[in-house]
Each structure stands twice: as structure tokens, then as C-alpha cells.
């Protein structure tokens, strides 16, 4: 067995699960690791940001972008506390993040002696934050430590987890052995309950399919077991794209609320359905058939009728050939074009963001990368903006978290560096990372980042004039020059003011292949939250969702 530091077995580790980027801030007590890398130079990349969130950032949007683990290093305490965001926002969208994080002597670990960085508990903290955390404390069990983390990032419902490793571990010395990576098994598939389903499904008369991240990787099977039950598909911010906003059965958010009330079946795949059964309503006359890795996810609110637990593809697999010995036809085409008018009435209002989102999508390829930040463009994006395939419109889940946007962003074009990547933020958003322009300029990162600026914090702003009496408070935004600011890191600057502009802008910066931002100043938009949150339709009352 080779003798080698814990820090050249961490490394080693990553390499061996497939791992070829690490993203980071290096510091004092991860000195042993950044020393490892420079010896894994040409077999992992290591890409440093100007601030810890941006590091966890980039690490989420690559996992996002690319449904395989990443990970990131930070220093203990206050490095760990500013990737502690990032983090959250992965355990919240179950993304496959693997946390790096060091530790003060171990000897002092919890003793509460003043080491510089010392935090209380860490891990207990980490633990909070993630599906698996432990410390390392030798070099022979870092690799079964750095397997056992991807395994459980990987397995089961997707997350991100965390090692600690302290100061002086990283630079200790033994023999190590690596073990050969063991695939993870899929659950069984339950023949009689998909049997079941089939039933209830193929006997629906107005059935109704609803989406979320678990069903990324299942789009080909959605899409069959839609067409042939001729079942509306809708999806709301993680799940985009599953069905290709092309397709006929495509529809959005606000039109799957239309087809909930009338739904005499729903088939859920890879979704809490929070806002189903918490806000739309669910009753007696609606069976509900959940599809998800997770088996306590289907239960959560009440118990469906049918739970289906397991890999989303490979049970709608076996549902797809156990529908046709139950499936009535079904001719909806009417229905479908009615809703479809009612919808581009109503989404119609929203302007100028659709000018906006439609000048995007006019200039970004069909394989480009859409991130939206908590902004109002992003807003009416979750309801109209076209996707044709997943983990191509990326977004913050149920987290929400105003400024995740740029890194993420950053994240998802080193990953995969042919693509484009566009950001649509606000002013208020985008100054949570807007320094990141050094990172992307040092480690050429092309994104272009639309910035939408109102010189203020918009939703805040709407929410204090409408519901307080226009009492405004700490709402209005003091913003530089952006064309300047981002001409400063000598990257692509623009401004715009209309949707042809922005077009065009952004045609220009994809031809220089420099990281680029194009400054659009907008004033008050139309608001797009009566699309977003709508009425109890079915069943009793339950506690409402949180406002915006």
C-alpha cells in the first residue's frame, strides 16, 4: 500500500469518482490539500473565487448543469459559514455538492481555546445542512470516508454532503489502500402497485401529469407515458424541460392549476407537489399516483393512493408496459387549445419581461444555460420561458435565495465550457457576487449576465406599496455604472433598453467568448405573483404557502 498525506488520499479519491474540478478559496488550514492538488495538476482543475459563497455556488450550478457530483473547499468557521447558503440551497434542490471543509488542530477541536476560525460543533453543523457529514481524522480513512460521501450524494434522493478535515490531519502520513467503486443498486420496482396505477391512470378520463428534478433524468419515459395517457404535463422551476416546451402536452405552472381543478387523476414524478396540496387543494374525487426515489417523500402532506418508490425512469418504464392493457382513449385536443388561448391571454400582461425573456431565448442556443436569479425577469421565466431539454433553465427551488445566480452561473460554464450561459438578474441580486467578474476573467468563464436594474429591490418594494400603504423602507438601491463596472475587469460590457437591444447585445458577447454583462435599465414591472399564487380549487383549507 502507498504511504501518502490524508490530503493526497482526499485528492486521489475525487479523481477516482470522476471528479476534475475543484472550486475554492484557499487558506491557512488547507494548505496540505492546496499542496495535493498542485501534485494532481493535468488530472483535477482547480478554480479559486474572491469569496467562499461563490466557490459553493459554482460547485451547486456544475451539479445542476450536469446531474453528476461536484465539490468545493472552503476554511473552517467563517469560510464554511459563507458557503453555508450554497449548501442549503443544494439540500434544497437535491443536488449531488460535496463539501471540503477544514478544521482547526485536532486536538482542539470543540475546546473552545480561541483557534483562529474556531466554530462550535461544525459538524453538527454540517449535519444540518447536508445528507451525510463526518470528520476525517487518519489518512487510511479518507478513501472510504470520500466514497461514502458520493455514494450518498448519488444514491437515493440526491444531496450534498461534507468532510471536515483539521489542519494538521491534511499533512499526516500512512499506508493507504483505495478499494474498486461499487455501482449502486436501483430499488426493486413494485410489479402489483405499478399494476395498480395502470389501472387508475389508464381509466382517467382527464388525467394530468406533474414534474419536478426527480424526473431530469426520465424525460423520454414522461413524455411516452404523457402521450399515450394524452395527459397535459406540467412542471414549475426544477422540473423545465422534462417535457419540451414545444410538445403540445407541455404547459406551464399557471395552466396546470387550470387542469388540477378538473383532473379526475395525477400522476406525479420527482416533485414535493407542494404547491398542489398545500395551496391548489386536494379531494376524495382526485387520486393522486406519486413516483419518487424518496420514501418518505410521497406522504408528506397525505398519503397518495398510490406510492411508487423508486428510480422515476425505470418505474415509468415498467407503468409504460403496463398501461396499454388498461388505457381508454382520449381526445383532448379542444381542451388543450382552449387552455392554451386562456394562458397566452393572461400571460400576455407581462410586459416588458416576456420581451425580455423572448430576446433571450432568441439569442441563446437551443443547448444554452438559462439562470435566474430572484428577480422579476426571472419571475415570469418559471411560467414562459421555452426549454427543450433538462438542466438547461436553472433555478433556486424552494430556497429562493435572492443573489445564488452569478455563481451558479459560473458553475455551470466551467462544466461545460461549449456551452452559452446567460444569467437574468436584478441590480439587488446581482451585487451579492458581482466582484466574481475577477473569476471569470482569470479562469475565462464566458457568461453573459443580463442585469435588470431598477435601483431597487423590486419584489420589496411591490409588497411595501401594495400591502403598507407605500410606506417604503430600505428598498431603494444605490448601483454603480455596471457598463463601467464590468469594463473595469476588461470583460464585455453593454447597455440596453429594449428587447432588440438586448438581442442584440447578447449575439455580440457570445461572438467575443469573454465573460460579458449587459446592463438593462427597466422600471416597475407588471406583477406576475396572481400566475404564481393562485386559488384553492379543490378540497378543505390547509395552512397557505408562504408569500413572496
Known amino acids: 500500500m502507498p504511504r501518502m498525506r490524508t490530503a493526497d488520499a482526499v485528492v486521489e479519491s475525487l479523481v477516482r469518482h470522476g471528479i476534475d474540478t475543484l472550486y ?37 450550478g456544475a451539479a445542476l448543469a450536469t446531474g453528476r457530483p461536484q465539490a468545493f473547499s472552503v476554511v473552517p468557521g467563517p469560510g464554511l459559514l ?21 478544521q482547526i488542530p485536532s486536538f482542539a477541536i470543540d475546546q473552545g481555546h480561541g483557534h483562529l476560525h474556531e466554530i462550535p460543533d461544525q459538524l453538527g453543523l454540517l449535519r444540518h445542512l447536508t445528507k451525510y457529514a463526518a470528520r476525517i481524522r487518519t489518512p487510511h480513512e479518507a478513501p472510504a470516508l470520500v466514497d461514502a460521501a458520493i455514494h450518498a450524494a448519488t444514491t437515493g434522493r440526491q444531496g450534498p454532503v461534507a468532510l471536515e478535515c483539521a489542519i494538521d490531519t491534511w ?61 397535459p404535463v406540467s412542471s414549475f422551476r426544477r422540473g423545465r424541460g422534462v417535457m419540451p416546451s414545444s410538445h403540445p402536452l407541455a404547459v406551464s405552472f399557471t395552466e396546470g392549476h387550470r387542469y388540477w381543478q378538473h383532473a379526475d387523476a395525477v400522476l406525479a414524478v420527482g416533485t414535493r407537489l407542494y404547491w398542489q396540496q398545500s395551496a391548489w387543494g386536494v379531494d ?56 392554451r388561448e386562456w ?48 438542466r438547461l433553465y ?68 411591490r409588497i411595501q406599496k401594495e400591502q403598507y400603504g407605500n410606506r417604503l423602507i430600505a428598498s431603494d438601491l444605490a448601483n454603480p455604472d455596471f457598463v463601467k463596472f464590468a469594463e473595469s475587469f476588461g470583460a464585455g460590457a453593454y447597455r440596453a433598453t429594449t428587447p432588440e437591444a438586448l438581442e442584440r447585445a447578447l449575439r455580440e458577447a457570445f461572438a467575443a467568448g469573454k465573460p460579458a454583462l449587459v446592463h438593462v435599465p427597466v422600471g416597475e414591472m407588471p406583477s406576475p ?18 408569500m413572496p
Open 82 to 102: 459563507n458557503a453555508s447558503a450554497a449548501l442549503l440551497t443544494a439540500f434544497g434542490l437535491n443536488a449531488p455538492v460535496l463539501a471540503l471543509v477544514g
Open 171 to 231: 499533512a499526516t502520513v500512512a499506508e493507504v489502500a483505495f478499494t474498486d467503486l461499487v455501482p449502486s443498486a436501483a430499488p426493486p420496482v413494485d410489479r402489483e402497485a405499478v399494476q395498480r396505477a395502470a389501472e387508475l391512470l389508464g381509466q382517467a378520463e382527464r388525467p394530468l401529469i406533474v414534474v419536478g428534478s426527480g424526473a431530469l433524468d426520465a424525460a423520454a419515459e414522461v413524455r411516452a407515458v404523457a402521450e399515450l395517457l394524452q395527459a
Open 284 to 339: 376524495a374525487s382526485l387520486p393522486v399516483v406519486r413516483i419518487d426515489i424518496d420514501p418518505a417523500e410521497p406522504a408528506r402532506f397525505r398519503h397518495p393512493d398510490h406510492a411508487l418508490v423508486g428510480d422515476a425512469a425505470t418505474v415509468l418504464r415498467a407503468l409504460l408496459a403496463a398501461l396499454p392493457a388498461h388505457n381508454r382513449t382520449r381526445d383532448r385536443a379542444a381542451e388543450i387549445a382552449g387552455v
Open 24 to 60: 475554492c478559496l484557499p487558506g491557512v488550514h488547507n494548505d496540505h490539500l492546496f499542496d495535493a492538488l498542485h501534485g494532481a495538476e493535468g488530472r483535477i482543475r482547480v478554480i479559486h473565487t474572491r469569496h467562499e459563497q461563490t466557490a459553493a455556488y459554482m460547485a451547486l
Open 394 to 461: 436553472l433555478s433556486g427551488g424552494y430556497q429562493d435565495n435572492l443573489g445564488w445566480g452569478f455563481g451558479v452561473a459560473l458553475g455551470a460554464q466551467a462544466a461545460l465550457p461549449g456551452r452559452r450561459v446567460v444569467l437574468a438578474a436584478g441590480d439587488g441580486g446581482f451585487m451579492y457576487q458581482a466582484q466574481e467578474f475577477a473569476t471569470a476573467m482569470q479562469h475565462g468563464l464566458p457568461v453573459a449576465a443580463v442585469v435588470f436594474d431598477d435601483g431597487a429591490f423590486g419584489n420589496v418594494r
Open 343 to 390: 394562458f397566452a391571454g393572461r400571460i400576455g400582461r407581462l410586459e416588458p419581461q416576456l420581451g425580455f425573456l423572448h430576446a433571450i431565448r432568441a439569442a441563446l442556443p437551443e443547448d444554452g444555460i438559462f439562470v435566474e436569479d430572484v428577480t422579476q425577469v426571472g419571475f415570469a421565466g418559471r411560467l414562459a420561458f421555452p426549454v427543450e431539454r433538462p
Open 529 to 546: 405573483w396572481d400566475m404564481i399564487l393562485l386559488p384553492r380549487v379543490r378540497g378543505a383549507a390547509s395552512p397557505r404557502p408562504n
